[in-house]
């Protein structure tokens, strides 16, 4: 769980105080030595942006991010990633506590700070035997009463712990996240919030005549699973509901089309990045009470060879009645997807947004820094998306939604085949997925995102998260302009 967040009174002289300052000047409200004044005025003087105070008993931290030529949304991700220098040296203290002191009045700088400190503090260590003592992690985090509205620190806390629950799915290994087990995550953490969990299992699936993920889960020896999640207040500000839809692959080995290990296999676990989304985001929403109608779809299988596995050369039929020609089997992320937007019909939708881990390509083009997003949604849609993904600093990039790349996955014997041409495969994905769409649509492909190989400041080695504080904050942004 995320760092206890608590709202002293006043600070206690022998607290640690990481203080965020906009302007040199601001220095002179904390309680120093006259000394300590002197060196944290040269420090400030020659531009320093993260100074440490190491008293007897006690750390100061100072993190003073110049706003200069920087837009404001790339001087908060400072601020988040300046926060977290003081983290390695209360480690080495053995400190597991800190107090913010905004001197600033800028509660943007405040809730950044939160944000990276308590992002920078997770930990995905149930499988280690030996904790690791010598580097406890952030326990206690105060946030100075009337420093922060109520309303919004449950806000921030309601992102962190979706964002949390979401970075320990896609951590957890195919060994411990099944299809059955994720649902049953799902469920438990839905629990004591206004959020309605309902998991169709394989008979389901199967009398629904969800082809896309019957196919697909053919070759597994555990069933397949179609979480529908629902958060629907009394006064929701949306008449008809928004819908959200993430991929639930909890490994992808390619199937029988088999991806080389040298491709880092392992990082396939990942591989249910959207459903964490999806469901991250929507527990974030849920937990702040929003006053929104939110509906979330998660299909979810593993996708592997078998004696049954599904073959290249299959023709399937989806659950919309279309045919489909499976040319690749680890194309496997849109023919679970396309069933579940073809359920999505029944909702009635104002919009729809798919997120998935979906194509190596989508990585290939923009690399982790952020996320591609296509769709045929009014323009004002996918602009409030980026708008929300810019704050947070979790971007998408909007790229072409060209018919042309949908004619590329027309077969001559099936409706559609599951792959196009190489080049634009993040789009001709996009396309294949619309063809099962009637109503305004957005697609996020985070393949990119999804796994870091190294720490990235408060973006951590290992299943990132992401995607949790884009969709959430496009949710309240939406709520707020309705
Ligand atoms: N899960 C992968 C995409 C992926 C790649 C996610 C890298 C995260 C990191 C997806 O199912 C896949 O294998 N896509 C294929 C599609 C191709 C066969 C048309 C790909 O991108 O190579
Ligand atoms: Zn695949
Ligand atoms: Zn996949």
């Not at 906009?22 to 060196?39: F, V």
């Not at 920078?120 to 952030?138: G, H, I, M, Q, V």
């Not at 629990?191 to 008979?203: H, I, P, R, T, W």
């Not at 889960?217 to 979480?227: A, E």
Request: net charge neutral; aromatic share 8%.
């Amino acid at each position: 769980m995320i760092p206890k967040i608590y709202s002293p009174q006043e600070i206690l002289p022998d607290q640690n105080i990481l203080a965020l300052l906009s302007t040199p000047k601001q220095a002179e409200k904390l309680k120093l030595s006259t000394t300590e004044k002197a060196y944290v005025e040269s420090q400030l003087k020659d531009e320093k942006e993260f100074i440490h105070i190491n008293s007897y008993f006690k750390s100061t931290f100072i993190v003073c991010i110049p706003q200069k030529k920087l837009s404001r949304d790339a001087f908060l991700e400072k601020v988040r990633k300046g926060s977290i220098s003081c983290l390695p040296l209360l480690q080495e203290k053995k400190a597991t506590e800190l107090v913010l002191q905004n001197l600033s009045g800028d509660a943007g700088q405040l809730t950044a700070a939160l944000e990276g400190l308590v992002l920078a503090s997770y930990r995905f260590d149930k499988y280690l035997t030996e904790k690791k003592k010598d580097k406890p992690a952030l326990e206690r985090l105060g946030i100075p009463k009337g420093d922060l509205s109520a309303q919004e620190l449950r806000w921030y806390i309601s992102m962190l712990k979706g964002t949390y629950i979401a970075r320990d799915l896609m951590n957890e290994p195919l060994s411990g996240l099944t299809a059955v087990q994720m649902a049953k995550i799902f469920t438990k953490h839905a629990a004591g919030l206004d959020l309605q969990v309902e998991v169709m299992n394989k008979q389901k699936i199967a009398a629904l005549k969800m082809g896309g993920i019957l196919a697909v889960n053919k070759g597994s020896i555990d069933p397949p699973t179609f979480s529908i999640l629902e958060y629907k207040p009394e006064g929701a500000v949306n008449s008809k509901p928004w819908l959200l839809v993430g991929k639930g692959i909890v490994y992808d080995t390619g199937g029988l089309s088999l991806k080389p290990t040298k491709d880092s296999m392992d990082q396939m676990k990942v591989d249910m990045g959207g459903a964490a989304a999806v469901f991250g985001s929507m527990y974030a929403v849920a937990s702040a009470r929003l006053p929104v109608h939110v509906v979330g779809l998660i299909p979810a299988t593993d996708n592997r060879p078998g004696g049954n596995a599904y073959v290249p050369g299959d023709i399937i039929t989806m659950y919309n009645g279309k045919t489909v020609e499976v040319l690749n089997t680890d194309a496997e992320g849109r023919l679970i997807l396309a069933d579940a937007l073809s359920y999505v019909r029944r909702y009635d939708p104002e919009w729809t947004l798919s997120i998935a881990t979906l194509t190596g390509s989508a990585e290939m083009a923009i690399g982790h820094y952020g996320m591609v997003g296509m769709g045929n949604a009014p323009k004002s849609l996918m602009q409030k998306l980026q708008k929300a993904g810019d704050e947070v600093y979790e971007r998408v990039v909007e790229f072409p939604f060209w018919d042309e790349y949908g004619d590329e996955m027309k077969s001559h014997i099936a409706d559609y085949k599951n792959i196009g041409q190489r080049g634009g495969g993040a789009i001709s994905a996009g396309k294949f997925l619309e063809f099962f769409t009637d109503y305004p649509y957005l697609h996020l492909d985070m393949a990119g995102v999804a796994f870091l190989a190294a720490d990235d400041g408060y973006r951590l080695k290992g299943g990132s998260g992401m995607g949790v504080r884009l969709l959430a904050s496009f949710i309240r942004r939406l709520s707020e302009d309705k």
